[in-house]
């Protein structure tokens, strides 16, 4: 308690920077992750890309990220071990900020794309098996998670592999791929508005509802997302019914046509699909700091600290900094190194990776963000045979996934000695 009184306000202003410097490598690593498939594609250009995800990232981030957080994420420990020494909690979130941000520049300058929510877990591990015990920590919980890295990229990767066979055999594999769409997109336009608005209702405006005490269960989200699903296939088969065919533009390529169709459908996904990811994964980042900043405030140790907009506000900033300085590294690794992606392989990922979250959610399976899109992109390039697949970008992708608790547990617990060390 004297630790925190004596040298409160500088604890405070390092629990800003680095709750600042982790949702930097949230916006680098992750959020990426989330538009790589649309600028690998074409459908969209990496500016494009960015003022997409500046928008939507920012918006999910500060309008839907506001959920009472638990002071340790994913109740990976019970932070009530801590209320003789409330200074070791403020180590330990300053230690897991510092250490996750680290990993994530890291991970982000050689172009891995990792779990922001590993790394930050990985953190926590770290700290508290130092800091409290070994036996403190939920390892259950951690094993769960360590499960998602199979869970994860399979799940889609199986989804995405479907989806992308249906669109060969319905519309590309035909005589007449332009006519074929025409027909059969609507379908998949409805299965966009569905699964895209589950999402949103899921990981983004679940935060929005609670706080106005509003809540719709599974089955009704379901309802509303077929209701978005029919009108977005609505309007989409109107639209679509306008657009002739450009037989100029299909001299090289014969499914151009087709691409600009599929393009089109992209967009509307990499839109919503910022806005989750803003309002979910912004909590690696606002999370440890809320934390750390009411333990200062207050000198003691309480299960759920309050979510100040001022965080929000913080954190999805450095989210905006970190995709638009280094973003473009993980999106390359994703949109164009794995395989190669066109709009309608694009759109079978994304669909795939949206469908993932849906449904794990429904059933709650821990799933990480960034291990889906993977599993998702590679399940396109199996649709086109092994070949189509760079294998030793996928070896080191995954032996990153491996890494990645481990490297932040070890951060962790050589920062929270430094900061023992210096403040106590």
Known sequence: MEVLNEYGQILLILAIIFGVFMAWGVGANDVANAMGTSVGSGAITLKQAIIIAMIFEFAGAYLAGGEVTATIRKGIIDPLTLQGTPEYLVYGMLSALLAAGTWLLIATIVGWPVSTTHS????????????????????????????????????????SYMLFKSVQRLILDTETPFENAKRYVPIYMFMVGFMITMVTLIKGLKHVFKDIGFSLNYFEMSLVAAAAGLIVSVIGGFMLSRIKRNEAIEAEDRFANVEKVFAVLMVFTACAMAFAHGSNDVANAVGPMAAAIATIKSGAVSAKSSMPAWILLVGGVGIVVGLVTYGYKVMATIGTKITELTPSRGFAATLGAAATVVLASGIGLPISTTHTLVGAVLGVGLARGLAAINLRIVATIFTSWVITLPAGAILSIIFFYIFKAVFS
């Open 120 to 159: 930050i877990v990985g953190a926590i591990v770290g700290f508290a098996a130092v800091a409290i015990s070994v036996d403190a920590v939920n390892w259950g919980k951690v094993g769960t998670i360590a499960a998602s890295w199979i869970v994860s990229p399979v799940l889609a990767g199986t989804v």
